[in-house]
């Protein structure tokens, strides 16, 4: 009975060790944050891809990013969508500026903006750590796999997604999921990433305006002055902040068509949306005013006085 009772207090003791020596092998809060810092700064930059999913309306809407990043501010960030793919973009960040790319429109636009400092990034390393870093009030939680940060989110163009969740890789410390949630914590945005490879190779043509104009991984053959025959189909904001349709009027214009809806509310505001019947080249890029918007399915521009983009909808950042 005494050597039963003996070996039974030697094995408690010994699953209390385990425990106590397993909890202190675990990293903190503060530990995570730091290796991120550290992986940041040890990398020349990285290569990755992501799978972004929307679920805003009836259907989720899924979209490709191809993300590359040079140390130290260069940036490519390529948007495709498989069921448009002349809508597909790419923001383009070098030592000229930052450019909204449209290949298969031959269509370019520079814009006087801070991006991507300026506002929260899901897709993008630095973002995601410094939304980390700044919220004093993230709260952090450890799985098998992942560390996993709740913390607010900085989007200016929509205070309806506050906060999001943002896994990071216990053995590499770089993002493999975030979910950017609304106000009842509901993932409104999920961004999947793949191959992130931390240690890539780039060729300084890689971030030329040129070059990611005629890149063939986006572009189709352009379309220069062409009829553009598919149908106008008008959207509508999935959000309206309370505001509702009081006016909705259709011009025919000498190129095209434009609809016209007005919204009003406590937030009125009003919606164009047009469609040319050809599409003007540019031989150099447009300058727009504003900052960048990812609209989802295109990149729009941001204004204290109202937003544009390629398709107006209410943008998800």
């Avoid at 509702?244 to 009003?270: A, C, H, P, W």
Wanted: aromatic residues 10%; glycine residues 4%.
């Amino acid at each position: 009975m005494f050597i039963i009772r003996k070996l039974f207090i030697y094995l408690v003791t010994a699953i209390s060790l385990t425990i106590i020596l397993s909890a202190c092998g675990e990293k903190s809060q503060e530990d995570v944050i730091k290796q991120m810092d550290k992986q940041l700064d040890e990398m020349s930059g990285y290569k990755a891809k992501a799978e972004m999913k929307m679920y805003t309306g009836k259907e989720d809407q899924v979209y490709n990013i191809d993300i590359w990043h040079k140390k130290k501010d260069f940036y490519r960030v390529a948007l495709s969508n498989n069921e448009d793919e002349k809508g597909n973009q790419i923001i383009l960040k070098n030592d000229d500026g930052v450019f909204v790319l449209t290949p298969a429109l031959d269509k370019s636009f520079k814009f006087q903006t801070e991006w991507p400092q300026n506002s929260s990034q899901p897709y993008l390393f630095q973002s995601l750590y410094q939304d980390i870093k700044d919220d004093k009030d993230a709260t952090f939680k450890v799985t098998d796999s992942h560390y996993v940060f709740h913390t607010k989110t900085n989007y200016q163009s929509n205070n309806n997604l506050p906060f999001q969740e943002v896994y990071i890789d216990k053995k590499t410390y770089v993002p493999v999921l975030v979910k950017v949630l609304d106000k009842d914590n509901q993932a409104i945005v999920e961004v999947k990433f793949a191959n992130f490879d931390t240690k890539p190779s780039f060729e300084d043509k890689d971030f030329a305006l040129e070059e990611n104009m005629s890149s063939s991984a986006v572009a189709e053959k352009p379309v220069s002055k062409d009829v553009m025959d598919e149908a106008f189909t008008v959207l509508f904001p999935e959000h309206t902040a309370g505001a509702e349709l009081v006016e909705q009027k259709d011009v025919d214009l000498e190129n095209g068509q434009r609809v016209i809806m007005s919204y009003s509310g406590d937030k009125s505001f009003t919606l164009i949306q047009e469609k040319p019947a050809s599409v003007e080249t540019l031989s150099s890029p447009k300058e727009v005013p504003g900052d960048i918007v990812n609209l989802g399915h295109s990149i729009g521009a941001l204004t204290e006085s109202g937003m544009s983009g390629s398709i107006m909808v209410q943008p998800f950042i």
